[in-house]
């Protein structure tokens, strides 16, 4: 079983920038694809952000190409999401999600441990 919590989130004004940690409490995840989504109030879980074990593979959606960055440190077991020129439309709970495999896909049935999720809120 791992453990993920989030952190990093809040209220940030448009055009500001987040950094959401996502750290496991077992070093086993080393090994697994580790994903970013969110849920926007009466809106669907969406597919945000993936990446491979080693980090040498990166996904994302179209909306937040250019603008977030997905990393990794193993030795600290903690996945990052950096959040650059942020958008109200970008207001969500995030959760990161860590799946038993090694690709790093976008279905969201594919993930075997998941986060609580923390807020994200741009203002306008």
């Known amino acids: 079983q791992v453990h993920l919590v989030e952190s990093g989130g809040g209220l940030v004004q448009t055009g500001g920038s987040l950094r959401l940690s996502c750290t496991a409490s077992?070093?086993?995840?080393?090994?697994?694809?580790v994903g970013w989504w969110r849920q926007a109030p009466g809106k669907e879980r969406e597919f945000v952000a993936a990446?491979?074990?080693?980090?040498?593979?990166?996904y994302y959606i179209d909306a937040v190409k250019g603008r977030f960055t997905i990393s990794r440190d193993n030795a600290k077991n903690t996945v990052y999401l950096q959040m650059n020129s942020l958008k109200p439309e970008d207001t969500a709970i995030y959760y990161c999600?860590?799946?038993?495999?090694?690709?790093?896909?976008?279905?969201?049935?594919?993930?075997?441990?998941w986060g609580q999720g923390i807020q994200v809120t741009v203002s306008s």
């Open positions: 999600a860590a799946r038993l495999g090694i690709a790093a896909v976008s279905r969201t049935s594919e993930y075997n441990y």
């Open positions: 990446i491979t074990p080693s980090g040498t593979s990166l």
């Open positions: 077992s070093p086993t995840v080393r090994n697994y694809p």
